[in-house]
């Protein structure tokens, strides 16, 4: 059988609206969620440095905490270590990690005495830059007994009409082509039966469906591999003011560079020799989405006994304005013609819009005594307030899902600090993120209403007597969710009941962070 396309797509989705699928929840998290990756010190410590200062991690946390210095200062980090990611997807499980350097944070403080003789003691500034985000993981997801396919997707859509047919998706698979112009497709309605008749088909079809009565697919094996790179760095400009010893304010204005690039590789093959004709396929998908953004964050720290502080800072929201661009790549190849692959690509498309974190409170307290010091921060901010905007109003859709998925989510950071002889400090942390996501959303449980983020951390830190400064901590962050490797038809829809299982996933990172610095 020889099968051809005779449904020709004469046009193409506008790329704003494709470029819509694309601004969605996970987005939203993923730019609205800041993992701080500072200081040595504050990563040992969880990052609960909102009521003590004294690092350059406060300046991303409470600004007040750069009136705690009393000299001058500057810093640099630098980690090494282990991302990745423990897939299970239909009872199989995979591993993939990938070993990298990278440069936390980098800082310079100017502690200036005040000459004044009134209740401001002190008045410092500070420039640093510090790592909000670091997006680079790898992740492999793969099972042998897959009876889903991403091609029932396209062939829902297809089936919808011409107004459900992307040029970046559904178009790839119905029409993909050799470097002669033979004309071969994943999807059709009719096709050239031995005979030479061309035979018409009741909607659009793939090979892989067992039957037409229950569209159920053949097991097949099913592959995914997720590349994620990209960074969210901050630099900071900020201002500390000391009045006593006693009460301190800080202002911080934040610069931030992000650049984010995602390519995922699916593939489905016929491993058991099962199905009719088809072999096998894959589908490539390739975001990228850099700019920049500011905010500002406003601190306070109060000693109303010299052993407690209390702290409370507010962040803004964070106006980024980004662009993406992204393409599709399709090819795949048939029992009858194993030695010709067929391709087809999208076009490229272009997008630029802007993103509105939700606004953070952050409130904090710490206690200092002889032996060393415990402190605790709290983060509250509501995922639901994230916004995204662009000037053709494409993204309402967006911003309903978010305010219908997204909640406030609580972030707590813990550490302590215990001081031994020799001028050293043994230290320990941790932290919590809260998932973002409500329990329900339109009526369905959220597979990650439990999604939750745990850090765990430890480090040494030695001083000198001449101002020279070393920490070191290690950390390990897990996080578990769960995620499906292609969209499924959306169930207003979806009327013939197409599943696609998901798959969760076990992301982890083990960090060794080493901070070399000099007061004077």
């Known amino acids: 059988m020889t099968r051809k396309l005779t449904y020709y797509l004469t046009s193409i989705i506008l790329l704003t609206a494709v470029a819509v699928n694309g ?48 000299a001058s200062d500057a810093s640099f980090t630098l980690a090494v270590g282990e991302t990745g990611s ?19 944070s980098a800082s310079y403080i100017a502690a200036l005495p005040s000459t ?3 209740a401001l003691v002190g008045l410092n500034f500070g420039f640093g830059m510090t790592q909000m985000n670091d997006f680079r993981i790898k992740r492999v997801a793969q099972a042998s007994n897959a009876t889903s396919s991403m091609l029932d997707l396209f062939v829902n859509n297809a089936n919808l009409g011409q107004a459900y047919i992307s040029s970046f ?14 004309q071969e497709t994943l999807i059709y309605n009719s096709y050239i039966n031995d005979n ?10 793939h090979d892989m469906f067992e039957n037409t009565i229950n569209w159920v697919n053949k097991p ?22 000391n009045f006593n010893h006693r009460f301190y304010a800080g202002l911080t204005f934040g610069v931030h560079d992000l650049y984010y690039e ?84 999208s076009p490229i498309g272009e997008y630029d819009y802007n993103f509105r974190t939700p606004s953070k409170g952050i409130f904090s307290a710490a206690y200092v005594g002889n032996w060393g010091l415990v402190s605790i921060d709290c983060e509250l901010l509501n995922y639901g307030n994230s916004r995204f905007s662009d000037d053709g109003g494409y993204l309402d859709s967006s911003n309903r899902d978010i305010s219908e998925a997204l909640r406030t989510a609580c972030n707590i950071h813990v550490g302590s600090e215990f001081l031994l002889p020799a001028s050293i400090s043994a230290r320990i942390g941790l932290e919590y993120y809260g998932s973002p996501y409500k329990s329900e959303a339109y009526g369905l449980t959220q597979l990650n209403k439990d999604a939750k983020t745990f850090v765990y951390a430890a480090g040494l830190g030695w ?19 769960y995620a499906n490797l292609y969209d499924v038809p959306v169930d207003a829809l979806n009327e013939l009941n197409y599943s696609n299982p998901a798959a969760k996933f076990k992301d982890f990172q083990n960090m060794g962070v080493l901070t070399l610095g000099f007061r004077f």
Do not use: C
């Open 196 to 205: 030479g008749d061309n035979v018409q088909l009741d909607g659009y079809h």
């Open 23 to 70: 601004q969605g929840l996970s987005d939203a998290v993923r730019l609205s969620e800041h993992h701080i990756q500072g200081s040595a010190r504050g990563a040992s410590m969880g990052n609960a440095f909102g009521a003590l200062g004294g690092d350059i991690t406060s300046l991303s946390i409470n600004p007040a905490g750069l009136g705690v210095y009393r």
């Open 220 to 241: 097949h094996h099913q592959k995914k591999n997720f590349t994620e790179k990209g960074y969210d760095n901050e630099v900071t400009f900020s201002m500390g003011l």
């Open 169 to 182: 998706y559904e178009a790839l698979a119905m029409d993909l082509w050799d470097a002669n112009d033979n």
């Open 86 to 104: 423990t897939v299970d997807y239909l009872g199989s499980k995979s591993r993939k990690g990938d070993f990298r350097m990278t440069m936390p």
């Open 463 to 481: 001083k000198s007597g001449i101002g020279l400064y070393v920490d070191f901590a290690f950390r390990t962050t897990q996080k578990t969710y």
């Open 262 to 345: 995602s390519t995922t590789w699916l593939f489905e093959t016929d491993d058991n020799g099962i199905i009719d004709y088809f072999n096998d396929y894959s589908f490539q998908s390739h975001l990228r989405t850099y700019g920049t953004a500011y905010n500002l964050k406003l601190g306070m720290i109060f000693k109303p006994i010299n052993a407690l502080r209390l702290g409370i800072a507010f962040h803004t929201p964070t106006w980024y304005k980004l662009s993406d661009s992204y393409d599709n790549y399709m090819d795949a190849s048939f029992d009858y013609d194993p030695q010709n692959i067929f391709w087809n690509q």
């Open 116 to 118: 004044n003789s009134g």
